[in-house]
């Protein structure tokens, strides 16, 4: 019994591996901004489809943070900036450990804040 349009391959539950990778490349970036995420995208990308997305996602994210710290910082000339800093690390280690402690139980995580840059 066949359904047209369906090619019957399910998306595979993702390994232990792949979970650790993608926990690696969503909870590095709270110490090493966008080099884990990076590394795990470079590294893993032809692999599993589980760490490819997730990568990508953590990597869209550290950019967003890189821009969102570039504003921030010249704003820092009209004093919102000073208010800004904080609450933007604050925001992101937050998210960060959201996503890590998600992809970590085999969950897909999206951030809810993001530029998606990379496909």
Do not use: C
Not at 37 to 60: C, G, I
């Amino acid at each position: 019994m066949s359904v047209e349009g369906v090619s019957g391959s399910y998306p595979a539950v993702p390994t232990s591996d792949d979970k650790t990778m993608s926990m690696i490349a969503h909870a590095g970036g709270i110490f090493f901004g966008f080099l884990p995420a990076l590394v795990v995208y470079l590294m893993k990308k032809d692999d599993s489809t589980f760490v490819k997305e997730q990568s990508t996602e953590a990597l869209n994210f550290q950019i967003t943070l890189m821009i969102a710290y570039v504003v921030a910082s010249v704003l820092v000339f009209v004093l919102i900036g000073l208010l800004l800093l904080p609450l933007i690390w604050v925001g992101s280690v937050i998210l960060m450990i959201m996503a890590a402690i998600a992809v970590n139980n085999g969950q897909e995580y999206r951030y809810p804040v993001n530029i998606r840059l990379i496909k």
